[in-house]
């Protein structure tokens, strides 16, 4: 099946000379849950404006639904949906206005029925004769989505969608995003909080300094990648680690009462019942024990700041 949107060789370079992407080559599928993790500066939001028609890019092309950005851009702009990190509204126009007056912008005959639709799934129902000035800073976002989802778009870019959200209501957009992909809208996501792409996303690309370092299967990247950490909490603290537990991947804690060995889960031998017995040798005693899966943020981290992902 063809990718409902192909990025091919898309560099981005401002006249001050600095380079905000490089040629970057992505695949989104359709139907899926694509999260963009980045620090800040690090692109994600300029290869998302290139993509919506908002910054022309210096080289390569975008496909949407095989239709040429630039060429195409009337009807690949219709295929797409937009909420952008900025909570930019008419402060003093209802909900309902300037929903309808959004999809109106894509030249889309009026539909108070859909507009409803949207409403009721945003749980904007009943705020839709509102003020939006009247409205808190959750409501305001849902509102966006609803804007970028009024003329019924088949992709769907969220530029940091839960920026100053509660929990709660974090939660609950989680559920509507899902509702959407389970409605067939592929949903692109940029994301500083690393539970919402761990919850969510079904790929994950990693992006950072412009670069896009890695692009990969969400549950393969946490087989892959995700290593496990067993945290010995030890009775009496050590001033060092004795030479003999050296050869182990061990770390002592700087008040020297507990030590932490990282191991990776897949291999056919963990080390695990060798550390142990070496721990007895020595006469260490243990107070407790406990075990960690790394996490998607782990992984997160160790990728942006290897050797590699800088070079």
Not at 8 to 23: I, P
Not at 86 to 97: G, I, K, N, P
Not at 195 to 210: K, S
Request: with cysteine; net charge negative; proline share 4%.
């Amino acid at each position: 099946m063809q990718p409902i949107i192909q990025i091919q060789g898309v560099g981005k370079t401002y006249a001050s000379g600095f380079t905000a992407l490089k040629s970057v080559d992505l695949d989104i599928h359709r139907g899926e849950i694509f999260a963009l993790l980045g620090p800040n500066g690090a692109g994600k939001t300029t290869l998302i404006s290139i993509i919506c028609g908002i910054v022309n890019a210096s080289s390569g092309r975008v496909l949407a639904d095989g239709m040429d950005i630039v060429a195409d851009y009337r009807a690949a702009r219709s295929l797409i949906g937009l909420v952008p990190q900025e909570l930019t509204t008419d402060a003093f126009e209802s909900v309902w206005d300037t929903v309808s007056f959004s999809r109106g912008l894509f030249g889309k005959p009026a539909d108070p029925a859909y507009i409803e639709k949207v409403l009721r799934q945003l749980s904007l129902w009943d705020k839709r004769n509102s003020k939006m000035l009247a409205l808190s800073g959750g409501m305001k976002r849902r509102v966006m989505i609803a804007k970028a989802l009024s003329h019924e778009p088949g992709i769907l870019f969220l530029d940091e969608p839960t920026a100053g959200v509660d929990v709660e209501l974090r939660r609950d957009m989680w559920e509507m995003v899902r509702g959407l992909r389970d409605n067939g809208v592929t949903v692109i996501l940029t994301t500083h909080y690393i539970e919402e792409a761990e919850e969510m996303a079904d790929r994950i690309g990693v992006i950072t300094r412009g670069e896009l370092i890695l692009v990969e299967d969400k549950d393969r990247l946490m087989h892959q990648l995700g290593q496990k950490q067993l945290h010995l909490i030890l009775q009496t603290p050590l001033d060092s680690l004795p030479a003999p537990l050296q050869s182990f991947n061990l770390e002592l804690s700087e008040d020297g009462s507990q030590l932490t060995f990282t191991f990776d889960a897949h291999q056919e031998t963990s080390g695990i019942a060798e550390l142990l017995s070496s721990l007895s040798e020595q006469g260490i005693a243990l107070k407790d024990l406990q075990s960690r899966q790394s996490s998607l943020e782990d992984i997160f981290v160790n990728l942006v700041h290897r050797p590699e992902a800088s070079a």
